[in-house]
């Protein structure tokens, strides 16, 4: 079956350190990926998805590469604020489907200090 | 404003007695799911519909119903709410042409005792 596989967590950073974020997924075909970002109280909203192999997404500074040799979508920030502190949820759709099973790691929480 | 409205946001109830968790939409989207949330776990798909009338289990259906008899709404029902179903439940919509952007709810968080 699918799953995603994300970076134990919690990760704590100071303001405007270097972030990566580790995701590997396992799944048939070419499934679409994405990054989902949940501020506290708040419900989840999509970061920013890649639909095929070397597909770079990108949003608010934050950065993902569909790998597919590696089976895996790292999500990267040159420089954090404190502002990006939420849980982030890497997440897949199997292709060739129609719409279906979302399936999410089990999220990374992300404390960024001043 | 485009959103998903899920109610109530806080629910305590005790095992055995029937709870619906309603869920509503107001961008004619026809793609509709829930998903609870665990810690550890992320989030796992319970039941999803494609359309009016049209609902397909996800990965932890069991102990759980759901309706589409209008497009905007997309109840959630336990019939006999246990303990294991304490967890936080996000209902999110999609439409047919942009399937790939999933909009959440804010989130219900149920305790059930």
């Known amino acids: 079956g699918n799953s995603v596989t994300q970076m134990e967590g919690p990760v704590t950073l100071s303001e405007e350190a270097f972030l990566t974020i580790n995701c590997t997924y396992t799944?048939?075909?070419?499934?679409?990926l994405f990054w989902y970002v949940q501020y506290p109280g708040e419900g989840l909203q999509l970061l920013l998805k890649?639909?095929?192999?070397?597909d770079k997404g990108s949003n608010k500074g934050f950065e993902a590469t569909y790998r597919k040799e590696t089976t895996s979508f790292h999500l990267e920030k040159g420089s954090v604020q404190v502002s990006d502190s939420a849980v982030y949820f890497c997440?897949?759709?199997?292709?060739?489907?129609?719409?279906?099973?979302?399936?999410f790691g089990q999220g990374t929480i992300l404390t960024v200090h001043p | 404003e485009a959103q998903v409205t899920q109610n109530p946001r806080y629910l305590i109830t005790v095992t055995g007695k029937k709870l619906t968790v309603t869920c509503s939409q107001n961008?004619?989207?026809?793609?509709m799911s829930w998903y609870r949330q665990d810690p550890g776990l992320g989030l796992r798909q319970i039941y999803y519909?494609?359309?009016?009338?049209?609902?397909d289990k996800g990965d932890v259906p069991e102990g759980y119903k759901v309706s589409r008899k209008e497009k905007r709404n997309f109840p959630l029902i336990l019939e006999s709410p246990s303990p294991n179903q304490t967890s936080l439940y996000f209902c999110?919509?999609?439409?047919?042409?942009?399937?790939?952007?999933?909009?959440f709810g804010p989130g219900t968080r149920l305790t059930v005792t």
């Open positions: 961008m004619n989207h026809e793609y």
């Open positions: 890649a639909t095929k192999a070397d």
């Open positions: 519909s494609m359309n009016v009338e049209v609902t």
């Open positions: 799944a048939t075909g070419y499934p679409s």
């Open positions: 999110a919509s999609s439409s047919a042409t942009r399937q790939l952007e999933q909009y």
């Open positions: 997440a897949l759709r199997p292709g060739g489907t129609s719409y279906g099973k979302l399936t």
